[in-house]
């Protein structure tokens, strides 16, 4: 048995999968929640925030800062944090109470653009009236008004200009000053590689979140077996035993390789791969998930994109094999290396000029 480094959450025992109907099936599939090691570390840090934020008065709000690339779950952590959190917003004669803000900076961020996107998820009727000075006015107004005590702001990365790479100085101090002003923690989620610029010119900030935490994917690495190869396949065990299925066999180790493979061990695409797998199983009344469905999942969730560059379909050989790969891989590094110099010239199908 391989150790568990993951909690599962499911509405129902997946063990009694055959007395359910095809939709709890879906949905249980839909609501799988993995709660990995990491995942766990950094609910604890947004934990230590909220606590600051009910209890103890402080001069200056701990905050923090959580990067990571796309589909590694950032957007899954905050949103499962929120969803557990024992505070909920609530509409009052009084007006909103909304104890954890949550918003997303929009792309060619301005301070305007920022402001209106917190006036509208704070109910201001009229989100883009009025100066700059006004918007943001009116927003301070709103966070003591209803009772925020900690903003999540996503999509950090944007108060960096994706053309000229330059960093948008006026929205990042506008954030600082938000948290400057109402003495709220603030939790910052971005891209990484696109996000630490904006810390790197902004001493303030930077100085006010701390060292910037990561949500990586899981590895695959032959020097670590008994960490990263070990820790990959028992969070394949982990989905499996909680799939409505009979059991697949995802942590077998060349199986689960196919699953690192396909997915460089980003778990949003894990589980899209399993969703869309699990979807083509039930309709086609397989007990398991087999091969050709999760081929058909990579094909139609992966193949085409970014992540699916340069690879082939993991799923559709009944061998695919780590060794195999590493073959592959070592002949194309070679067929790109550049022809040995001879010290003389040479056309490009290595004949000596005359």
């Given at each position: 048995?391989?150790?568990?480094?993951?909690?599962?959450?499911?509405?129902?025992?997946?063990?009694?999968?055959?007395?359910?109907?095809?939709?709890?099936?879906?949905?249980?599939?839909?609501?799988?929640?993995?709660?990995?090691?990491?995942?766990?570390?950094?609910?604890?840090?947004?934990?230590?925030?909220?606590?600051?934020?009910?209890?103890?008065?402080?001069?200056?709000?701990?905050?923090?800062?959580?990067?990571?690339?796309?589909?590694?779950?950032?957007?899954?952590?905050?949103?499962?944090?929120?969803?557990?959190?024992?505070?909920?917003?609530?509409?009052?004669?009084?007006?909103?109470?909304?104890?954890?803000l949550y918003v997303s900076v929009p792309a060619?961020?301005?301070?305007?653009?920022?402001?209106?996107?917190?006036?509208?998820t704070m109910g201001d009727p009229n989100p883009?009236?009025?100066?700059?000075?006004?918007?943001?006015?009116?927003?301070?107004?709103?966070?003591?008004?209803?009772?925020?005590?900690?903003?999540?702001?996503?999509?950090?990365?944007?108060?960096?200009?994706?053309?000229?790479?330059?960093?948008?100085?006026?929205?990042?101090?506008?954030?600082?000053?938000?948290?400057?002003?109402?003495?709220?923690?603030?939790?910052?989620?971005?891209?990484?590689?696109?996000?630490?610029?904006?810390?790197?010119?902004?001493?303030?900030?930077?100085?006010?979140?701390?060292?910037?935490?990561?949500?990586?994917?899981?590895?695959?690495?032959?020097?670590?077996?008994?960490?990263?190869?070990?820790?990959?396949?028992?969070?394949?065990?982990?989905?499996?035993?909680?799939?409505?299925?009979?059991?697949?066999?995802?942590?077998?180790?060349?199986?689960?390789?196919?699953?690192?493979?396909?997915?460089?061990?980003?778990?949003?695409?894990?589980?899209?791969?399993?969703?869309?797998?699990?979807?083509?199983?039930?309709?086609?009344?397989?007990?398991?998930?087999?091969?050709?469905?999760?081929?058909?999942?990579?094909?139609?969730?992966?193949?085409?994109?970014?992540?699916?560059?340069?690879?082939?379909?993991?799923?559709?050989?009944?061998?695919?094999?780590?060794?195999?790969?590493?073959?592959?891989?070592?002949?194309?590094?070679?067929?790109?290396?550049?022809?040995?110099?001879?010290?003389?010239?040479?056309?490009?199908?290595?004949?000596?000029?005359?």
């Amino acid at each position: 048995m391989i150790h568990e480094p993951t909690d599962i959450q499911a509405p129902q025992d997946p063990r009694q999968w055959r007395s359910l109907t095809t939709t709890q099936r879906l949905q249980m599939i839909e609501d799988l929640l993995i709660e990995h090691r990491l995942f766990r570390a950094l609910t604890a840090e947004i934990d230590r925030c909220a606590l600051y934020a009910h209890k103890i008065a402080v001069a200056t709000p701990p905050c923090l800062v959580i990067l990571g690339e796309t589909g590694a779950g950032k957007t899954t952590l905050v949103e499962t944090w929120l969803r557990k959190a024992s505070l909920k917003r609530q509409e009052t004669p009084e007006g909103s109470i909304i104890p954890y803000l949550y918003v997303s900076v929009p792309a060619g961020a301005t301070i305007k653009g920022t402001a209106s996107v917190f006036l509208r998820t704070m109910g201001d009727p009229n989100p883009s009236r009025g100066t700059q000075w006004n918007m943001v006015e009116r927003l301070h107004l709103l966070i003591s008004g209803c009772s925020v005590r900690m903003i999540f702001v996503d999509e950090f990365q944007h108060a960096v200009n994706k053309e000229t790479q330059r960093v948008l100085h006026d929205v990042a101090d506008f954030l600082k000053d938000i948290i400057n002003q109402n003495k709220v923690p603030m939790v910052l989620i971005g891209r990484s590689g696109e996000a630490e610029p904006i810390l790197r010119v902004n001493p303030q900030l930077d100085r006010r979140v701390g060292t910037p935490l990561y949500l990586k994917p899981f590895e695959w690495d032959r020097t670590q077996p008994q960490t990263t190869i070990l820790e990959f396949r028992a969070l394949m065990e982990s989905i499996d035993r909680a799939l409505p299925f009979d059991p697949s066999q995802l942590s077998d180790e060349e199986m689960a390789y196919r699953f690192y493979y396909a997915t460089n061990g980003y778990l949003g695409w894990i589980m899209q791969l399993i969703r869309y797998a699990a979807y083509q199983a039930i309709h086609a009344e397989s007990p398991v998930l087999h091969l050709p469905s999760l081929a058909a999942a990579y094909d139609a969730c992966i193949a085409q994109t970014v992540m699916g560059r340069g690879k082939t379909n993991p799923f559709s050989p009944l061998r695919f094999r780590e060794a195999d790969v590493s073959l592959v891989r070592a002949s194309n590094e070679r067929e790109q290396l550049p022809t040995p110099s001879t010290g003389r010239g040479t056309n490009r199908r290595g004949r000596r000029k005359k």
